[in-house]
């Protein structure tokens, strides 16, 4: 039973019957249960009219002829630049108007599954599909209990069952958070570990270093067997250019492990507008253009086909302190011109999330994280990290801000999929019952649809202020402290074949005795 | 000087370089100063397909031909619709297939403009426009210091204050709170001589009996001119379906006071759909589309030309609890659905603000209010009534509240006017001059352009842990009251004529005068 949120009250009560009523109360409370990611019914918004991407398009063309990027300290990458026929001065190289458009319109897909241990729970990248994928990356975690700290790898075990736990989270992420109190040369093994033994869906690999990609891909092996691994997706693995226009060698050899093994790199210029790109959208647009394409055809020259997914993570600072800021209104432009770019490519497009700067999860928090991940729903982003837990420009992951995020991920997925225009959708029927004046609580179309009707927040109070008062006046935060406690409680393991699980086990141990700790 | 946020030590030091580069600073901290309303310049978004909302219609049409709807208590109404060709049966009155949308569409304008007594703050009303107006009849006020209790209109006058004293609020809106310590049957005066002394931006009236909407009409002729408050829209005003399908007299006889004035009327089925509408979007929509295409066909059979908007206030309810729901995805597709049919049908269009159903200004509320803001502002609505201070379902108006959602509708206003496309805005020479490797922080380009060049929250933290703690670990809601204090303390009441300000409370004592206090 994957579905671990039985502890909310509401399910629980429902449960007891099993069955049609038990999957009717889960959809009820916002969870499609079986479907494993959201498939859109709405088009997306395109904001930007075709001549305005033109103008993109051509000024990332000039970037890249006349400027050209800089892939440092890998003399491979460029000898493989140098063989596909653009120009390498140095490390910086080159590309005539239009050479890295053709090479990614070749070969790369322009939609993949990423398949899952649990196959149930596999992902479809791409297209009309939009997948939620918790918060990356952060050193310190949040609770209301405990406050701000440093991240362990308990913690880290902990937001993979809550994960796992929450059917509006497709995917168990990556770096959930980083768990410091293990050696930085070996912590990848725990993680990679961990989403492979304590969740059955879709997850990230390490990219720290190439040897750490090496072992994610030998891990994926005994987990989903050698020649599955070579000819489908199971592992996807998030890529930063050091934008303005540098790829160092750390990511250059992630990607390339990764490409050769057909696993999936999500190749993201990491953009704080004002100072890593232009203070302008257009200007920032066409750069991310430009080192996008760079890393992606280089995938496909690595090995044609391997999946790719054009990323972003583009957010502006305050020009006074230099502080990144977050769910404001020109990184949200930004946001809609890349996605558009990213179809007139062809490729998958990541972006958006629950993105906000403030410290706690406070109105600041939510008014941010909710512009994020708004506009991203709208945009069509199909890889969407950064969904759920993030506080703090991504330095903190919050244990409360993760559920109510995932309440606010739930609600996406009801609007993107868009209205039921069925016969029943219409409900004229009802309208003809109830007539003026009356009301449509008891009719019969109400009765027949009222379960799934509308989306059943499990964190928003939208009772009295009365009742709400006579309950201890809780702000979501509170009552979001709650949930986590009942999610891990009823948190249960998936199974997995013990031959598996004692053979990954192995490979770790074995990694692990092979070199010193440390922690570079 | 009508920009009272110099408060904010940020503008403050900057005004005192006067002149354009005051001018630079206050559109630094997110307000166009020039711009009283927002022109957009990017499309809408229109997630309905013509398939879709032709459906819809017809619906709507099969909805008033066969069910018909009830005008209740007002024969004279029912007068019109017999010689305009409809089938009146006692208070039932049912009307051809589009008989209405023909009434309409010969002569309700598209777009019209609602002078204010400062014309440079006169807004524009349909068409590629936004205006944002406050909250509007919450009996109840929340401030962090005071908590909850009833209004008064010392309260009133504050809210007045801080809708005049804020950039991004474009209107000074109509019952910010119900000021409960007047009489019911005086207060309407109050309020709206409040509105034209407090305040210069335009406003709304009172609708609350036939007779007060003649008292508010009166008053318009006061601080007008009778002859241009007969050619010229000075006032604007909501008029609420009781839904399903019925109108009373009381919002019937409001409504014809001002189209026979020729001022503009709100014309608002207020839905909770499972209660008031069907469960359904499309039955919700079909249901909004019949009645307000009635209410707003009357105004024009009361005085073709008459400007007309398109009202939808549309929530859905807990089906558990019966209580309202805010900011969740089935009345989000509502409010899309409603802003394509208000096009259809060539008329300007009113939903959306900063809905919420939580009792405090927590995540809850930003949540939802941010949820519903964004997708009301992509969908095009004109009129956006609630955009600031609602608490609590409408039940309480925020002090902090309304402070924290300005802050979100002067983002809106950016995100809204869309990318600068100009050589300037496309940025190459920024990114020529800075090269890969390097920053763009002191560049020409970023030196030119970073005082106006990102939104600057008054309000949102982006320090570091450290400093914000050391500032006392604020949350927004604690920022927000010192921010309303710093606004409340700077407020300058906009200069009157003499003449006109003696006239106005002549007036409104001698109204007061000539019949005793009614709390009916």
């Given at each position: 039973m994957s579905d671990a949120e039985g502890g909310s009250e509401g399910r629980k009560s429902r449960r007891g019957g099993g069955g049609r009523a038990g999957r009717q109360a889960a959809r009820a409370a916002g969870g499609a249960v079986r479907i494993p990611y959201i498939k859109r019914g709405i088009p997306t918004f395109d904001p930007f009219s075709d001549d305005q991407l033109t103008i993109v398009e051509d000024n990332a063309d000039a970037i890249l002829a006349e400027i050209g990027l800089d892939f440092?300290?890998?003399?491979?990458?460029?000898?493989?630049?140098?063989?596909a026929g653009a120009s390498v001065d140095g490390e910086r190289v080159r590309f005539e108007k239009g050479m890295?458009?053709?090479?990614?319109?070749?070969?790369?897909?322009?939609?993949?599954?990423?398949?899952?241990?649990?196959?149930?729970?596999?992902?479809?990248?791409g297209g009309k599909n939009t997948v939620l994928v918790p918060a990356y990356g952060p050193p310190f975690v949040r609770s209301l209990e405990g406050g701000r700290r440093y991240a362990t790898i308990e913690d880290f075990r902990?937001?993979?069952?809550?994960?796992?736990?929450?059917?509006?989270?497709?995917?168990?992420?990556?770096?959930?958070?980083?768990?410091?109190?293990?050696?930085?040369?070996?912590?990848?093994?725990?993680?990679?570990?961990?989403?492979?033994?304590?969740?059955?869906?879709?997850?990230?690999?390490?990219?720290?270093?190439?040897e750490r990609a090496e072992d994610t891909v030998e891990m994926c092996k005994i987990l989903f067997g050698e020649d599955f691994v070579d000819q489908n997706c199971?592992?996807?693995?998030?890529?930063?250019?050091?934008?303005?226009?540098?790829?160092?060698?750390?990511?250059?050899?992630?990607?390339?492990?990764?490409?050769?093994?057909?696993?999936?790199?999500?190749?993201?210029?990491?953009?704080?507008?004002?100072?890593?790109?232009?203070?302008?959208?257009?200007?920032?647009?066409?750069?991310?253009?430009?080192?996008?394409?760079?890393?992606?055809?280089?995938?496909?020259?690595?090995?044609?086909?391997?999946?790719?997914?054009?990323g972003t993570f583009a957010s502006s600072i305050s020009m006074q302190s230099g502080a990144p800021t977050f769910g404001t209104p020109e990184p949200t432009l930004v946001l809609y011109g890349a996605a558009q770019l990213a179809r007139r490519l062809g490729v998958p497009f990541r972006s958006g999330g629950g993105l906000c700067g403030s410290k706690i999860s406070d109105a600041q928090a939510a008014y941010e994280s909710a512009n994020t991940l708004q506009n991203a729903a709208l945009a069509g982003v199909n890889f969407m990290l950064h969904s759920a837990g993030w506080l703090e420009g991504g330095l903190v992951m919050g244990y409360e801000k993760f559920v109510m995020d995932a309440d606010q991920c739930a609600m996406i997925q009801r609007l993107l999929v868009g209205p039921d225009m069925s016969e029943n959708g219409q409900g004229l029927s009802a309208i003809r019952e109830v007539g003026p004046g009356s009301h449509y609580l008891g009719c019969a179309h109400t009765q027949a649809n009222f379960e799934t009707a509308f989306y059943r927040?499990?964190?928003?109070?939208?009772?009295?202020?009365?009742?709400?008062?006579?309950?201890?006046?809780?702000?979501?935060t509170?009552?979001?402290?709650?949930?986590?406690?009942?999610?891990l409680k009823n948190y249960e393991k998936p199974d997995m074949d013990a031959g598996t699980a004692e053979a990954l086990k192995d490979f770790v141990k074995q990694r692990k005795e092979a070199f010193p700790d440390s922690n570079i």
């Open positions: 440092r300290g890998d003399p491979e990458t460029l000898d493989i630049w140098r063989k890295l458009r053709e090479i990614i319109q070749k070969s790369a897909p322009a939609e993949f599954t990423q398949y899952a241990r649990n196959r149930e729970k596999s992902v479809q990248i902990n937001f993979a069952k809550l994960a796992y736990s929450i059917d509006g989270i497709h995917h168990a992420g990556g770096t959930l958070c980083e768990p410091v109190d293990l050696p930085v040369n070996k912590r990848h093994l725990d993680m990679v570990l961990t989403h492979m033994t304590y969740s059955d869906k879709p997850f990230m690999g390490s990219v720290t270093a190439p199971v592992v996807i693995n998030l890529i930063n250019a050091n934008s303005p226009m540098v790829w160092d060698d750390t990511m250059l050899g992630a990607l390339k492990v990764y490409a050769r093994n057909n696993q999936a790199t999500v190749i993201s210029p990491f953009i704080l507008a004002g100072a890593m790109s232009p203070v302008t959208v257009a200007g920032t647009l066409s750069q991310i253009l430009a080192e996008a394409m760079s890393g992606i055809a280089l995938t496909q020259l690595v090995r044609p086909g391997a999946p790719v997914v054009f927040s499990p964190l928003a109070d939208n009772n009295s202020f009365e009742q709400w008062e006579s309950e201890g006046s809780m702000d979501m509170q009552r979001a402290a709650m949930r986590v406690d009942r999610l």
